[in-house]
Structures are given as C-alpha cells and as structure tokens.
C-alpha cells in the first residue's frame, strides 16, 4: 500500500502532495471552519475499472455542510467535482481501493464570523482496512451534540472534536468505540459510523431528526435491505437497554462499511459473534460499491474512460 500519492487538489488546482499547504492563521486552521467529506473508490480487477460509490451523493453533502456552516457559496457544480476527482484519481494512476477526502476551508486571514473566502481540497489517502472482527463498545458519557448547538448533520471538522472526546475515553477504557446518547438518551451513532441493531429479525435505525449524520451508507442499507432481501428497515428511537438484548449490532460507514459488533458494555450481543444479517448486508453492499453486483450502476461512478 502507498504511504501518499503523488498529487493533491488545493484551491480546485491539482499541485505535488508537498505544495498543498495552508496558513496557521487561516480561520480553517484556528476556528475548525472546515467542511469535509469521506469517500472510497473501489478497484474491480475484472473489469479493470475503479469505482468512486455514490460521489454525486457525497459532493452534495459537502455542499450542504459548507452552506450550513455559512461559507460563501463555491463556484463548483457537483459535476465539476466529481470531474475534478476523477482527474485527480487519473494523476495519480489509482488502480487500488482508496479512501478520498474532499474539504472546503474558509481561508484568507479572517476572525470568527469569516465566511470567505473559500478554498477546495480533495486528497486521496491510501486505504486502511476496518479490522475483520466483531467491535467492543461502550456507551459514551459524553452527550451527541445537537440540531440546536452544532448540528451532526453537517460533516465539518468542529463536530468531530465531540467524537474525539468520546472516541479517547472508549479507547483508553479498552473499548473500540463507543457509541453516543442524545440529550433525552435515545441512541445517535458512534463517531464515524451510523448505528443498525436487529430486533426480532428486523433492521432497527434511528432517525435523521436524532442528532446523526446523513449517512449515505445508511441509506444504502436500507434500501438494499428491502430491494435485495425483501426486508423493512424500522426508523425509530432507540433505548439504550434495548442494546442489551438487540440480537444483532453492527456500524455502517464509507470508511467502516459494515462493522459488526460483538459487545456493548460488556453485555454480549447474541453470541458474540457476527450475525446472519449482517453477514447477509455486508456482503450485499461490498458486492455493489466494487461493482462485482451490476445491479444499481447509477451509484458508481466509472473513472477510467473507454473501460
Ligand atoms: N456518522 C458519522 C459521525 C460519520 O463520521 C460517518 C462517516 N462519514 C457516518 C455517520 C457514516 O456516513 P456515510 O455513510 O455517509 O459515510
């Protein structure tokens, strides 16, 4: 695996990995005033194509984030951006599965209420695999923040720094993750993941209004799980003791897929190891993103032309 590649996008330009640089004092450095976004691109070997999953989907999240993060508004079309990435893919002749990371920043030498001006950056970072285990989590007794103080539904630096915190407590307390109670105590997501369980066979996830993130793996599943398998995700609240007996767990992410878990709070979930749903759904979603499953092309986005 790479440790970089060679090229960067700064500023909308393509530069040498060692060029794409910002300033201490710009208020994306000192305030956090940056929105991001994480994507994969999946290489399928047989077809000799690299796939970015759902990039039209993600470029407009990150548009999304940059408004409700009250940045001057960018002069990019979602079209412009995927084109840019799949430039950027093409510069650094990626033919493995990469994880890539776009970013708006407010640059300039702005204080606080700097909305402007604002730069893009796209890196491609190589990618690491999430550990093929079940996870052990804790409930966090840091509270998710919410709509009211810094919304989870942008994707923006800040909002990690809540994570973080929690993310540090689990794993100094020898967890590998956590996941995270609303200011009521109904269930969010963990850090970087949207959180699934099974009850009495059914798919249970909550709510886009409960204080997560839009994921677009979330909503993968869900309609994967009812295209595919006939089955209805439920969308509700979700109790914190209804974790102890759930019979399935798992964590859905661009990064993390499908993460199965195996613990939470030292109550086992099932029997401690990956279920049959979610053995089920995560094979569903790899077979898509990479493209050995035809079905739902509209969700990958083809980088090498005349493939
Ligand atoms: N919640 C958080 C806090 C995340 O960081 C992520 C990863 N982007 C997710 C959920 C999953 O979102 P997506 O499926 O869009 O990657």
């Known amino acids: 695996m790479a440790e970089h590649y060679e090229y960067l996008v700064l500023d909308g330009k393509i530069l040498p990995y060692q060029e794409a640089k910002l300033h201490i004092l710009t208020p994306a450095v000192k305030y956090g005033a940056t929105a991001f976004e994480g994507l994969r691109a999946y290489w399928n070997e047989d077809l000799q194509q690299l796939f970015v999953f759902r990039s039209s989907d993600h470029m407009s999240r990150l548009m999304q984030s940059g408004r409700l993060m009250g940045m001057e508004s960018v002069d990019y079309t979602v079209e412009e951006l995927n084109d840019l990435l799949c430039d950027l893919l093409i ?5 493995e599965d990469v994880h890539i990371r776009p970013s708006l920043f ?9 909305r402007g001006p604002v730069s893009l ?37 800040a909002n ?14 020898g967890y590998d993750g956590c996941l995270m109670l609303d200011h009521r105590g109904h269930v969010t997501e963990e850090p970087r993941g949207c959180f699934f369980m099974v009850r009495k066979g059914v798919p ?3 709510p886009l209004t409960d204080d997560i993130l839009e994921s677009i793996t979330r909503e993968t599943l869900i309609e994967l799980f009812n295209e595919f398998h006939g089955i209805q995700t439920e969308v ?19 990064g993390m897929e499908v993460t199965p878990v195996g613990q939470i709070d030292r109550f086992l979930v099932g029997n401690g190891q990956i279920g049959p749903l979610t053995t089920t759904i995560r094979q569903s979603y ?22």
């Open 106 to 114: 407010v640059v300039g030498e702005g204080q606080v209420p700097a």
């Open 91 to 95: 510069a650094n002749k990626i033919r």
């Open 121 to 157: 950056g796209m890196a491609v970072i190589p990618m690491e695999r999430w550990a093929d285990k079940t996870y052990r989590l804790c409930i966090s007794s840091w509270r998710r923040i919410d709509d009211n103080s810094l919304s989870p539904r942008i994707k923006c630096a």
């Open 204 to 206: 249970v996830t909550s």
């Open 286 to 307: 790899i077979g898509i993103a990479r493209g050995v499953d035809g079905r739902h092309s509209e969700w990958r986005m083809p980088v090498y032309p005349g493939v």
């Open 160 to 173: 990690y720094q809540n994570g973080r915190m929690a993310l540090i407590q689990a794993k100094e307390d």
């Open 236 to 254: 509700r609240e979700i109790d914190r003791t209804e974790l102890y007996v759930a019979e399935e767990v798992f964590l859905c992410g661009t």
